[in-house]
């Protein structure tokens, strides 16, 4: 199980040809309720009924990992670990991997990977 990362999500949602043939290699691919948020905070900000009904339609097909007691406790360890090595990662970027870690989701896809791979223990992989 990978958990896929807001760029990946937003490409999917788009229909971008390099989303689609990776999803059919996957087995199983899961995201965060953090990176449902953002992806739908653009939706709402466009202001498109279609597309926004298009977003729920996309969720309901798509198992959304849930922000936990747990996921928040690992979000902001990978946080301080973060800020005494001196680097910062946006606190979008520590959920998404605190709540992936919290379930034992030890890969993320995205095409950020600067800021993932500063995590310990998360594995990398771009599109």
Not at 24 to 42: F, P
Request: aromatic share 6%; with cysteine; hydrophobic share 45%.
């Amino acid at each position: 199980m990978k958990l896929v990362d807001s760029t990946f999500l937003i490409d999917l949602f788009k229909a971008k040809p390099s989303t689609l043939s990776r999803k059919k290699e996957e087995d199983i691919l899961v995201t965060s309720q953090i990176n449902m948020y953002e992806l739908l905070v653009g939706v709402f900000h466009e202001r498109n009924a279609d597309k926004i009904l298009k977003a729920r339609e996309f969720f309901e097909n798509m198992r959304v990992l849930p922000v936990t007691e747990a996921g928040i406790l690992r979000s902001a360890q990978i946080a301080a670990e973060l800020m005494r090595g001196g680097l910062m990662v946006d606190d979008a970027d520590c959920l998404t991997a605190g709540i992936a870690l919290s379930h034992g989701i030890t890969t993320i896809i995205t095409r950020n990977v600067k800021h993932f791979n500063r995590i310990e223990g998360l594995t990398v992989e771009t599109y």
